[in-house]
C-alpha cells in the first residue's frame, strides 16, 4: 500500500485498486490530496452502495478502477465500468449506486 504524504514536493504512486479495500455493506474512502482548489479522493464500494443525489460547486471526474457504477447527473443514469471516466459539471445534481463491488477515484476541481 503505497503511503501519502500530504507534502506538495513528494512524488506519489497510488495503486488505484489494491490501495484501497472493500468494506463488507460500507463505503470506503482514502483521501489522496485536499486543496482549496479541489481533492482526489480513493473510494471502494460494495454491491449496492450509494451516495445520494447531492450538487457541488465543483467540477468532477469520477474514473472507475473496478466494477461498474450508475452515475445519475440531473436525473439522467449513465453506467460507468471499469477502466471509463465521466465528467460531471458544478451545481448538478448527481448521485451513484454501485452495481457490483466498485472502487473509483474522485477528483473535484473548483
Known amino acids: ?6 507534502t506538495t514536493n513528494e512524488i506519489l504512486i497510488i495503486d488505484l485498486i ?28 460494495d454491491k449496492g452502495e450509494s451516495l445520494t443525489e447531492h450538487s457541488s460547486p465543483f467540477e468532477a471526474v ?27 459539471p458544478a451545481n448538478i445534481p448527481h448521485g451513484l449506486i454501485a452495481k457490483e463491488r466498485s472502487k473509483m477515484l474522485l477528483t473535484m476541481i473548483k
Open 1 to 6: 500500500m503505497s503511503e501519502v504524504n500530504k
Open 18 to 45: 489494491n490501495d484501497i479495500e472493500y468494506q463488507a455493506s460500507g463505503i470506503v474512502s482514502k483521501q489522496i490530496i485536499k486543496k482549496a482548489n479541489g481533492n482526489i479522493t480513493l473510494f471502494a464500494f
Open 62 to 88: 469520477v474514473s472507475v478502477s473496478e466494477g461498474e457504477m450508475e452515475i445519475k447527473i440531473g436525473g439522467k443514469p449513465y453506467n460507468v465500468a471499469s477502466g471509463k471516466m465521466i465528467i460531471m
